[in-house]
């Protein structure tokens, strides 16, 4: 596992695609038994990537430091950045998307809707176009709110699906979900400094 950084409060570093963020079945390798094993201490999450995302993320090494982390998340003061690769390519080339999700826990899927009703949640997020080739757009995408699926069901609501997300109806054959977290950005719960980390994905276009 590569680690950007670590100290006694969080650790920063990449997840693998494939690995779970949060807690998983009993006995399943996850983010938080392996970062456990390799500092001999519990680690708290404070945000999450779907299975199948790769990228930077954030633990908490304590409850403190996972509260102060939490509430950066909540506040919206967390600032996370996204790269996609996705099939079609947006009128405008940078601009906001703001919809209304339902997630449907028994489908694991989220829909946009129309009206605002119990389980529905406001999503915002606003994109980049860095390139374009052959119907595919590369895009650079930060999120407003974190809602589950949120990019990927939004993009698909557009009839622009990410390459390899076959839940959301991607039609390219890919081997990888091609969404990856590039960049988080947040204030440290102790010394107050603010720390921003990055990686790029590894597809391009």
């Keep these: 596992m590569e680690i950007l ?27 938080l038994s392996l970062l456990s094993a390799h500092t001999g201490t519990e680690i ?13 993320m954030v633990f908490a090494k304590n409850q ?4 102060a982390l939490s509430a950066q998340v909540s506040d919206r003061t967390m600032e996370k950045e996204y790269l996609t690769l ?4 947006p009128e405008e080339k940078e601009g906001t998307m703001e919809d209304l999700l339902f997630f449907d826990r028994g489908k694991n899927k989220a829909f946009t809707v129309k009206k605002e009703r119990r389980g529905v949640k406001r999503a915002a997020l606003s994109y980049k ?7 595919l757009s590369l895009m650079r995408i930060r999120l407003h709110t974190g809602r589950t699926h949120q990019i990927r069901v939004q ?13 959301y109806g991607s039609k390219r054959e890919s081997k ?15 010394t107050g400094e603010r720390m921003t ?3 790029e994905s590894d597809f391009d276009i």
């Design 129 to 135: 176009v860095l390139a374009e080739k052959d119907g």
């Design 86 to 89: 996705a099939e079609g390519v």
């Design 44 to 56: 708290y999450p404070v945000h999450r990537l779907d299975r199948e995302v790769g990228g930077v």
């Design 197 to 199: 980390f990055g990686k």
């Design 5 to 31: 950084y670590e100290d006694r409060a969080l650790i920063v570093c990449i997840k693998e695609r494939g690995v779970l963020s949060q807690q998983g079945k009993e006995n399943e390798a996850t983010m």
């Design 176 to 190: 990888i979900l091609a969404l990856w977290s590039c960049c988080i950005s947040f204030v440290h719960p102790v």
């Design 64 to 67: 403190k430091a996972a509260a």
């Design 155 to 167: 993009l698909a609501s557009r009839k622009m699906p990410i390459v390899g997300d076959r839940r």
